[in-house]
């Protein structure tokens, strides 16, 4: 069956520190890859997506992703956290075979410290 | 502007009512996705739909079933809610190929 991996459930950094949260998909061919933000009480907002290309991808609020196809990740990363970024993180996958589904991760909480 | 629009933000129903959960996107979406939202476990999927008439299950569909009888509507019906279906409850919409756009969420307690 297809899955989505975060393996980290929290992850907390200083603010000005680099930041990358973790995404893995088990899948057989190359899917569609999104990371989703969400604050709290909030909806979901898409912060990047990969869809062919350069593997290397940039998004909102200074966030990029790496798709390792070998490694089948999908790594979220940013240089400089900020206080801000304080929200729960999903990757999702698109899976054009099996009728356009969709599925996201477990999530990964980010907490920011001062 | 997108928009996917979800009937309710917060619903209170009781054991074995039931419920239904509405959403209606704007955008010609072919396709439409209900999952429900708990701590700890994301978003999960519980039935989607790729073309109107036409569902697929998801991941958690037991208790569950869905209508969409318009492109623009997919509903989310709970045949006899339980209170272990408490949760947050997100719609989305999709063209193939594109990212998902997603409503505010309905949050449903059942007591």
């Known amino acids: 069956a297809q899955s989505v991996t975060q393996p980290d459930i929290h992850i907390t950094v200083s603010e000005g520190a680099s930041l990358e949260l973790r995404c893995n998909y088990s899948y057989g061919a190359t899917p569609y890859l999104f990371w989703y933000v969400q604050s709290p009480g909030q909806g979901l907002q898409l912060l990047l997506k990969y869809f062919s290309g350069d593997t290397l991808v940039q998004g909102i609020k200074g966030f990029e992703a790496e798709f390792k196809r070998s490694q089948s990740s999908f790594n979220l990363r940013k240089p400089s956290v900020h206080w801000s970024d304080a929200a729960e993180y999903f990757c999702a996958v698109g899976l054009m075979e099996y009728g356009n589904k969709l599925v996201f991760g477990a999530g990964t909480i980010l907490r920011v410290k001062s | 502007d997108v928009k996917v629009t979800q009937s309710s933000r917060y619903l209170v129903k009781r054991t074995g009512e039931k419920v239904f959960l509405e959403c209606v996107q704007d955008?010609?979406?072919?396709?439409m996705f209900w999952y429900r939202q708990d701590p700890g476990l994301g978003l999960r999927l519980i039935y989607f739909?790729?073309?109107?008439?036409?569902?697929e299950k998801g991941d958690i569909p037991e208790g569950y079933s869905v209508s969409r009888e318009k492109k623009e509507r997919f509903s989310l019906i709970l045949e006899s809610a339980s209170t272990n279906q408490t949760s947050m409850y997100l719609c989305a919409s999709r063209l193939t190929g594109i990212e998902a756009f997603f409503g505010q969420g309905t949050r449903l307690t059942v007591v």
């Open positions: 955008m010609d979406h072919e396709n």
């Open positions: 739909s790729y073309d109107v008439k036409m569902k």
